[in-house]
């Protein structure tokens, strides 16, 4: 089982499937891998898992269960296996992430760009906020969390509906509003306003 430790976090790569034949193998080599690595934070890469059973969850719930109140998180995962989690309410126990589509943007046309990101058009109605390499997933994901709450309460902010991976990069694809703003830019608008 192939394994990467970066700084606190220790990623354990799942591959094929996960069934009652390999779940006994599967359990003590990760318990192994765990134990070699001591309060590291956990996360399983399912990039090239393709199924797996209801014997591969409880092994998932028994990796939870030793992490105590922190959620595990199983990220990349695909259409098929994350329905299997959906289905069986795995979604509401642990972080389950979906693998990202992969887009390009060869002949897209640049509509923005700032310090961390470029925008293009994908089409008339889509654009994609193309972040520079480097620039951290829970970053971005606090930005369209932030543009959301934006939304909600009424400034006119284009909504996000999928999150998407070109180039190494991550992006977030919004829909092509005319009259929306950024959040930044709004903030900004009504703190100078706000000064005395």
């Known amino acids: 089982m192939k394994t990467s430790v970066q700084d606190n976090l220790l990623t354990i790569f799942f591959e094929g499937e996960i069934n009652a034949k ?3 193998a599967l359990q003590k080599e990760i318990n192994e891998i765990i134990s070699a690595n001591p309060g590291r934070e956990i996360l399983f890469d399912a990039d090239a898992l393709t199924y797996i059973s209801s014997a591969g969850l409880r092994l998932l ?6 992490m105590g109140k922190n959620k595990l998180t199983v990220r990349n995962v695909s259409k098929d296996v994350y329905e299997i989690f959906d289905m069986t309410k795995f979604t509401s126990l642990m972080n389950i ?8 943007i060869e002949g897209a046309e640049i509509v923005g760009k700032g310090r961390s990101s470029t925008v293009y058009r994908i089409d008339p109605e889509t654009i994609v906020k193309l972040y520079t390499a480097g620039v951290p997933l829970p970053k971005i994901k606090q930005e369209i969390d932030l543009a959301k709450k934006a939304f909600v309460v009424g400034i006119p902010t284009p909504i996000s509906y999928d999150l998407v991976t070109c180039d190494k990069s991550y992006g977030v694809v919004f829909e092509m509003l005319g009259d929306a703003d950024t959040v930044g830019r709004i903030s900004k608008h009504h703190f100078s306003y706000g000064r005395v």
């Not at 719930?61 to 030793?66: V, Y």
């Not at 992430?97 to 390009?104: A, P």
């Open 22 to 24: 390999n779940v006994p």
């Open 61 to 66: 719930l028994a990796t939870q269960n030793k």
């Open 97 to 104: 992430e979906k693998k990202m589509r992969e887009i390009s």
